[in-house]
């Protein structure tokens, strides 16, 4: 079993910056691949970025690509978002995963935060 813990959400003016955080329960977590998704309102839960269990590679949505960056810190059992140039289309509510295969359907991911909303104003 593991837990997560999104921190970071809030609210910014459009072309500022956030960085969510997602602390994770447990000894294993340098094992598992993590990944960001959101769920804007009244939409569907969608994928943001991942990242593999050693942070060598990450992937990325087209819409957030060059200026949301994820990153980990397996000593820390923390995995980060770094989001800029927000745009109020990125206002949703912002969940971490932990799953064993690495990719971008929410389906591959076994453990979910609670979410962190984020709201961007224009």
């Known amino acids: 079993q593991v837990q997560l813990v999104e921190s970071g959400g809030g609210l910014v003016q459009a072309g500022g910056s956030l960085r969510l955080s997602c602390a994770a329960s447990g000894r294993t977590f340098s094992r598992y691949a993590m990944g960001w998704f959101r769920q804007p309102p009244g939409r569907e839960r969608e994928f943001v970025a991942a990242i593999r269990r050693s942070g060598a590679t990450t992937v990325y949505a087209d819409s957030v690509r060059g200026r949301f960056t994820i990153s980990r810190n397996n000593a820390k059992n923390t995995v980060y978002l770094q989001m800029n140039s927000l745009k109020p289309e990125d206002t949703a509510v912002y969940y971490c995963?932990?799953?064993?295969?690495?990719?971008?359907?929410?389906?591959?991911?076994?453990?979910w935060g609670q979410g962190t909303q984020v709201t961007v104003s224009s």
């Open positions: 995963a932990v799953g064993t295969v690495y990719g971008s359907s929410a389906d591959e991911y076994d453990y």
